[in-house]
Nanobody, 124 residues
Framework: QVQLVESGGGLVQPGGSLRLSCAAS???????????MGWHRQAPGKERELVAR???????NYADSVKGRFTISRDNAKNTVYLEMNSLKPEDTAVYYC???????????????WGQGTLVTVSS
């Protein structure tokens, strides 16, 4: 009913920046409400981890490894979440996944959608 489309990944040098975007859209006739929007990543040989998330009306949360370097923001009118990634390090190399949680409306049900993943490679 709801799908997420991610963009913005690519190859960047250490110390560089990238901006990831994730837009949520519903199939025709689907209404939904978003509460939590976030980014997760999975690096080679590592478990998937939460990078950043932001709730409606609340402050953003960040993993310790990205605090001070990454900024999460959202445009509620566009159902879009962004991740500004600065001072990138090789250890930031991972597939980044967008996650959106909320409610599908009509007959109310839980919304928990994931994007397809976008690869970020930090290398010189």
């Amino acid at each position: 009913q709801v799908q997420l489309v991610e963009s913005g990944g690519g190859l960047v040098q250490p110390g560089g920046s990238l901006r990831l975007s994730c837009a949520a859209s519903g199939t025709p006739g689907t209404a939904f409400s978003i509460n939590v929007m976030g980014w997760h990543r999975q690096a080679p040989g590592k478990e998937r981890e939460l990078v950043a998330r932001i709730t409606s009306g609340g402050p953003p949360n960040y993993a310790d490894s990205v605090k001070g370097r990454f900024t999460i923001s959202r445009d509620n009118a566009k159902n879009t979440v962004y991740l500004e990634m600065n001072s990138l390090k090789p250890e930031d190399t991972a597939v980044y996944y967008c996650n959106v949680r909320g409610r599908v409306l009509g007959p109310t049900s839980v919304l928990d959608a994931w994007g397809q993943g976008t690869l970020v490679t930090v290398s010189s």
